[in-house]
């Protein structure tokens, strides 16, 4: 019914753009460092234990294709949701938990304004259009650190690193990571901004709230990466 | 102006209010008293329908709040102020822009309209100099004047003070409620005041309500309230002020 309810306001005016754009700068841009350094090393490190593997029977010039389509797939839209959770979604649930507790929220609907349109809204819609993005870097820069560990720390020719790469990865694998960025992003918005929504009041009840929220977007990220992965791929 | 009848609130096994009843007339300002944990927050939520009762009925300007459309209510709200005990201001929007949020939101008026209507609130308040701070960097008291500033924005004819003195020293405590009685007289205004503020606010209001119980025992004008022999009256009294007091600050009044 939240979900719902948040989807119906999005969808109707009047639109908060402003509030959009600004926690789409927020969980966006200011996730952009965390996911650039996770994305580097997962890729340094997919390339690391993965060439060994793949010279002992003799196929390291998939290097490129295994990193790639083990973060195009999987690794970076799961990781990069993981990072946001605790980056963004931990810090929207405190917020909204907070506007709940000091009464923010009643003051809104006081107001005759909807607080899931002001505060709930823009949350959900950043996060939406911000986990594309940032799962779009994380592969990039993690091919990037695959190729660092690959081709100048063990020798594997550039030029086939790229070359297996692009006869590997098809669009459906692209395609397939967005999707479950799309539904990664939604997950984050959602439940981060419900459990702050519905926080207890006090400090204990943010801190909870907060943990709640950090928890259940972790799991519910985990069990439809599952159920994403048998419908797409 | 409002009606309250036999209002009823419970969460879980604990009932909070036991059938309320009261009015207020237009222009009366009002102090709702009772013990802490009495429900005096609770009943001003349920005036405003942020909460609803479990039984009972409560009419705004001649309406039933718990059968009005959204539409309807939303028209009932931006009739009445409502300042909350910590002033509920947008941590992220400085005072100026707390003040204009109901003007930007909820009227077509433009900037300069805005700004104008803002800087008068403010001014009221006395707090035009404080306009670009953030209310992290304001003081208890000056938060609760901003809050005020903001509750009388859109111009409503009833205002509810939720312990708007809660946390203050005593010096800053009475100049926030000499604030609210001076814009009550100015501005001739409905109002509701809970508060524990006592024998001080029984110089600024017309009536006292005093809730005990989950029921309200007593609404009487403060004089009458102080001379009360009821026991109950009494003994809330004399634990928040002396008796002698009490007569003496509401004696004058009636």
């Known amino acids: 019914m939240f979900l719902g309810q948040t989807l119906l306001h999005s969808l109707t005016p009047p639109f908060k753009g402003e509030r959009v754009l600004r926690q789409t700068w927020f969980i966006g841009w200011k996730s952009m460092l965390v996911i650039a350094l996770t994305g580097i090393f997962t890729g340094m490190v997919v390339a690391l234990q993965g060439f060994p593997t793949l010279r002992r029977v003799g196929s390291e010039a998939l290097l490129g294709p295994m990193v790639s389509l083990s973060l195009i797939r999987e690794l970076g839209p799961v990781l990069t949701a993981l990072m946001v959770t605790g980056r963004a979604g931990s810090a929207i649930a405190a917020e909204i938990g907070i506007m709940r507790t000091s009464e923010q929220i009643d003051a809104l609907e006081l107001m005759g304004l909807n607080p899931l349109r002001y505060v709930v809204v823009p949350n959900v819609l950043a996060s939406l259009l911000a986990l594309p993005v940032l799962t779009v870097v994380f592969d990039v820069i993690g091919i990037l650190g695959g190729y660092l560990v690959g081709v100048r720390l063990l020798g594997l020719n550039g030029g086939t690193y790229f070359g297996e790469m692009s006869n590997y990865v098809e669009m459906k694998d692209i395609l397939g990571g967005i999707y479950k960025a799309l539904t990664f992003g939604l997950l984050i918005g959602w439940v981060c901004c419900y459990k702050g929504y519905h926080s207890r009041f006090g400090a204990e009840g943010v801190s909870a709230a907060t943990t709640q929220a950090v928890v259940s977007a972790a799991v519910l990220i985990l069990v439809a990466d599952y159920f994403v992965t048998s419908v797409v791929f | 102006m409002i009606r309250v009848n036999n209002l009823w609130k419970s969460f879980g096994r604990q009932e909070v209010l036991r059938g309320v009843s009261f009015d207020v007339q237009p222009g009366e300002f009002v102090a709702l008293i009772g013990g802490s944990g009495s429900g005096k927050s609770l009943l001003l939520k349920l005036l405003v329908s942020l909460l609803k009762p479990d039984n009972g009925r409560v009419w705004v300007f001649g309406k039933d709040v718990a059968v009005s459309s959204r539409k309807e209510l939303e028209y009932l709200r931006s009739r009445i102020g409502f300042v909350f005990q910590g002033g509920a201001l947008f941590d992220s929007m400085t005072v100026y822009d707390n003040v204009a949020f109901p003007l930007r939101e909820k009227t077509g008026l433009g900037e300069k309209d805005i700004r104008r209507k803002v800087t008068a609130e403010l001014e009221l ?58 814009v009550h007289q100015r501005l001739r205004l409905t109002g509701i005041l809970v508060s524990h503020e006592i024998p001080r606010i029984f110089e600024i209001v017309q009536k006292v309500a005093m809730l005990h119980e989950g029921r309200i025992v007593a609404i009487e004008s403060p004089g009458r309230f102080c001379a009360s022999p009821d026991p109950i009256i009494q003994q809330f009294v004399n634990g928040e002020a002396s008796a002698q007091s009490c007569l003496n600050r509401g004696a004058h009044l009636k």
């Open chain 2, 125 to 182: 308040v006395g707090l035009r100099d404080a306009e670009n701070k953030f209310p992290a960097q304001l003081s208890g008291g000056m938060l609760k004047r901003v809050a005020l500033a903001r509750a009388l924005v859109r111009d409503p004819e009833i205002v509810l003070f939720d312990e708007p003195t809660t946390g203050l020293d005593p010096v800053v405590s009475r100049a926030v409620l000499d604030l609210f009685s001076a």
